[in-house]
């Protein structure tokens, strides 16, 4: 079946760094991929829509500067926190829906739990 | 806008109990409707869906049924195992939007099953 393969699974950094995650869709073409934030015991809140060779769509009140997006390919896009702090700890999930196939459900990755010190 | 709404939890079950968790929500048109689960440390994974009116979905002795006339999808299962402990999520998305069709969760429930 579909696998959306997400990297890496798990991150500690200093305050101030910046931290690259990515998401691939490893055995289909995902010309869409969504990123989702998770806080403890709460439900996934969306922050950005990811469209291959465009602008993502950010979701209203997520920072565009803060949190960069890339999809540079149909199997592939990033999420940047840029100079990140320790408010933007949290556990980071993206999902990728098969380009072309209707009514489709979205693929989730496993998330990466981001710990900013 | 879209919502869904799911009965408060944590849910605590002896093995082999009866399960329903509610799931009712709101919309404009012909949404479509899933159960996703959540184990531990992990990301989500699509347990069953319903696109349609009176569509069942089902996967691992887990049932629901799109109830448009109550706009719910309950989710049911006969006999629960210690396996099944996780957090389920119902969820919906925009009807006919195509590929950046967004998905609108519930708040989630945690499911805990005794032995």
């Known amino acids: 079946g579909a696998v959306v393969s997400q990297h890496p699974s798990w991150v500690i950094c200093k305050s101030g760094t910046s931290v690259k995650i990515e998401c691939r869709s490893l055995d289909f073409q995902a010309t869409t991929m969504f990123w989702y934030r998770q806080f403890p015991k709460q439900s996934l809140m969306l922050m950005a829509t990811?469209?291959?060779?465009?602008?993502?769509?950010?979701e209203q009140g997520v920072e565009k500067d803060k949190f960069l997006i890339n999809h540079a390919s149909l199997t592939l896009s990033t999420l940047t926190v840029t100079s990140a702090h320790p408010e933007d700890s949290s556990f980071y999930i993206c999902?990728?829906?098969?380009?072309?196939?209707?009514?489709?459900?979205?693929?989730f990755g496993d998330g990466t739990r981001l710990s900013i010190l | 806008g879209n919502s869904v709404t799911q009965m408060e939890g944590p849910v605590t079950l002896s093995e082999e109990a009866f399960l329903t968790i509610n799931c009712t929500y709101t919309?404009?048109?012909?949404?479509?409707l899933f159960w996703y689960v959540q184990y531990p440390g992990e990301g989500l994974q699509l347990l069953l869906k319903a696109t349609k009116a009176d569509d069942k979905g089902s996967n691992k002795g887990f049932e629901a049924t799109y109830r448009k006339e109550t706009t719910s999808f309950h989710l049911e299962k006969g006999s629960v195992q210690v396996s099944d402990s996780a957090v389920y999520f119902c969820?919906?998305?925009?009807?006919?939007?195509?590929?950046?069709?967004?998905?609108?969760f519930g708040k989630g429930i945690t499911l805990s099953v005794r032995p």
């Open positions: 990811s469209n291959e060779g465009s602008k993502a769509t950010y």
């Open positions: 919309a404009t048109g012909y949404p479509s």
């Open positions: 999902s990728a829906r098969e380009t072309g196939i209707s009514n489709q459900p979205q693929h």
């Open positions: 969820a919906l998305s925009d009807p006919g939007t195509g590929a950046n069709s967004k998905l609108t």
